[in-house]
């Protein structure tokens, strides 16, 4: 017998998650890929002897990857090599005031408890109940596919639901057990890669601090990255067809069904498609209005999470004082936080990222180099332009050079920047931003762009905009959901 054909768009980690699971259920599986090279968001690039991973750099949940290859009888290790971070990050407060987060949790408690007293047997409470959310959150709740409400009805699932402060807001919940606002900072920081604010992400989420301070930071050697190749792989070797520099350009329909999808170099037949490209551009610009799931308004009216304005930048030098991961809370997050959720707008004095891959990792940069990725959020669907982005260049250099005591500016011998224009034309990002939809109540399970399309029965979506949300974890096990949902109903 024939198999069935699926399509995918995409090859981000929910394309290429999807397109594996598609293929491992018996589809014949073929991927469609507008860019010259596959992992949407977490591509790579090399230049001048530097190597930049584009997008994520914290490797968090290494159970989550483990259990995806586990699915196809892999392991991590086959594809890549993981080291835990120790220290696991740095988080600088100010001059002089860097705190570097240590992996081993007796130090960590140790830490807290030096900062305030009794902090550390909080913590310790603290990360009980957050273990209790990451083990209903991340192994029951992030599998549903969000389509139903009866989804949640089992008794269990509901006491567990109740149980995990949904309604109770992040903020209120860190303010429970700490007073200090350092520790506050340091436990509110995990939810802002959710894309929203602690005040309107809800307690649940406190499983990310769980992932963050018990189950470590990792770092697959030679990159993020790895993973993708390590997916990629992982696709081929089960049959799917990648074909990049694929732009599908229209999804058409006929009676309630896709009959096929139109790309840059010609047209392609199926019986299920998946877009795993961002939801709103297949929506709005692959579909006949008459098949959206949304209208313009509904679009308008979704949080989206923020953009990033982003650097690449190679040194010719060694930096003292900088870890692999730095997160520079130097200066108030509330104006900035306002300029991103409440007002958008360019923000004054911003707080920022900064990664060292080369810390960590010789193969990222030529020997005595070092390489520096930036990261400031910023609010989705701002006007940029190259003058914007050199002025936080030189003041988040600035800030960095007066916090490690050296001159880094002068020692700049490679430099891209990267912003919202960058993030429309490489994945045609709904105003540009960089992690999708903010994980907030009102934006949670069912609340989600659905999973599936309502008006064509062989239409689906995966990807940080629908269900479970923004992150790698999230994504790759989103395009999970999507094909056991393909396997019930076409399989
Ligand atoms: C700067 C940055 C930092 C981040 N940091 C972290 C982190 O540290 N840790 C973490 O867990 N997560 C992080 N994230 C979030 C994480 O990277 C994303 O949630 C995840 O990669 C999204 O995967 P996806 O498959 O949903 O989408 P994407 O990666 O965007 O994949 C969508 C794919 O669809 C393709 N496409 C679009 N339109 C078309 C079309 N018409 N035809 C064909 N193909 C098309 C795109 O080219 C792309 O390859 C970060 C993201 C960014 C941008």
Redesign the pocket.
Known sequence: MMSKKALV???????LSAASSLAQKGFDTTI????SS?????RQFSDSGFTFD???????MPDVFESYFKRFGKSVSDYYQLKRLDPSYQVVYGQNDGMPIPAEMKELEALFESIEKGAGLQLREFLKQAAYKYEVGINKLVYKPGRSLSEFASLKLLVDVIRMDVFQSMSKHVRKFFRHPKLIQLMEFPVL?LGALPQNTPALYSLMNYADMSLGTWYPEGGMHKIVEGMGSLAEELGVHILTN????KIVSTNGRVSKVI?NQGEFTADVIVA???YH?VET??LDPKDRNYSDKYWDNRVMAPS?L?YYVGLNKRIDGLLHHNLFFDTDFAPHAHNIYTDPQWPEDPLFYASLTSKTDATVAPEGHENLFL?IPVAPGLEENEEIRDRYFDMIMTRMERFTGQALKDHVVYYRSYAHKD?KD????FKGN???LANTLKQTAILKPSLKSKKLKNLYF????TTPG??????LI?GLVVADEIEKEHG
């Open positions: 768009i995409g090859s981000g980690f929910a394309g469609l890929e507008k860019n596959i992992g949407g968001r977490a584009m997008g994520p750099s914290w490797y968090w890669f694929h732009a599908v350009e790309t795993g490209a961002d551009h610009q692959l990033s982003l990261l993030f490489d994945y045609n990002s960089a992690y999708g995966t990807g940080q905009l923004p992150g790698v974890p999230p994504s989103s």
